[in-house]
């Protein structure tokens, strides 16, 4: 089946450090790959969209300034969390969808990093 | 978008079959049902997807009615590995070649299974 590979598992760095997430997709071309954060005992929330060499589309009130998103390649993408601080910390998901003939395929998420900022 | 509603919690036991119906009044022509999975401090992952009336695969099986305003995820025979949180997604999106879905997420249902 799809394979997405998300790096680092977690993350433990002092306020004002810049984290960097990677999301693969292993086995497939992923056209499109979303970003989520999740608070505990919540569901996930889409922070943002981004397409294969175009520029990602953010959610309302997500910063896209704090969150910078890069998707350089059909299969990674990338989002760095500047100069962060502890209302920054959550677990972050990635997900990557390829591109069926007739159909959206369906997204294949990674496994998280869990990003704590102290 | 289309809004999901779920029941938040449901119970049951070992070897039981379990069925969560998932609500979405709004879901349109092109939407997808998909259903995902996700176990704590783990990304979800993909159950199973349908457009209408029955698909099946190795670990669930969905029900989806004619006028498509709900579906009906199917667990047989649930085990104590199978308590997580379930998650009904309806895809935005016409489909096709060029197109992708935003999806998003709605509550869940936190389900726990007993020995």
């Known amino acids: 089946g799809a394979v997405v590979s998300q790096h680092p598992s977690r993350v433990i760095c002092k306020s004002g450090t810049s984290v960097k997430i990677e999301c693969r997709s292993l086995d497939f071309q992923a056209t499109t790959m979303f970003w989520y954060r999740q608070f505990p005992k919540q569901s996930l929330m889409l922070m943002a969209t981004s397409n294969e060499g175009s520029k990602a589309t953010y959610e309302q009130g997500v910063e896209k300034d704090k969150f910078l998103i890069n998707h350089a390649s059909l299969t990674l993408s990338t989002l760095t969390v500047t100069s962060a601080h502890p209302e920054d910390s959550s677990f972050y998901i990635c997900s990557a969808q390829g591109r069926g003939l007739y159909s959206n395929q369906p997204q294949h998420f990674g496994d998280g990093t869990r990003l704590s900022i102290l | 978008l289309a809004k999901t509603t779920q029941p938040i919690s449901m119970d049951s036991y070992e070897g039981q079959e379990v069925n969560i119906t998932c609500s979405h009044n709004n879901i349109a022509t092109n939407d997808y049902i998909t259903w995902y999975q996700q176990f704590p401090s783990q990304g979800p992952r993909f159950i199973i997807q349908g457009y209408k009336t029955k698909v099946t695969n190795e670990v669930a099986s969905l029900f989806i009615p004619a006028d498509r305003k709900s579906s009906t995820l199917s667990l047989p025979r649930v085990s104590l590995s199978d308590t997580a949180v379930y998650y009904c997604?309806?895809?935005?999106?016409?489909?096709?070649?060029?197109?992708?879905?935003?999806?998003?997420f709605g509550s869940g249902t936190r389900l726990s299974i007993r020995p």
């Open positions: 997604l309806v895809g935005e999106g016409p489909g096709g070649y060029s197109s992708a879905s935003k999806i998003i």
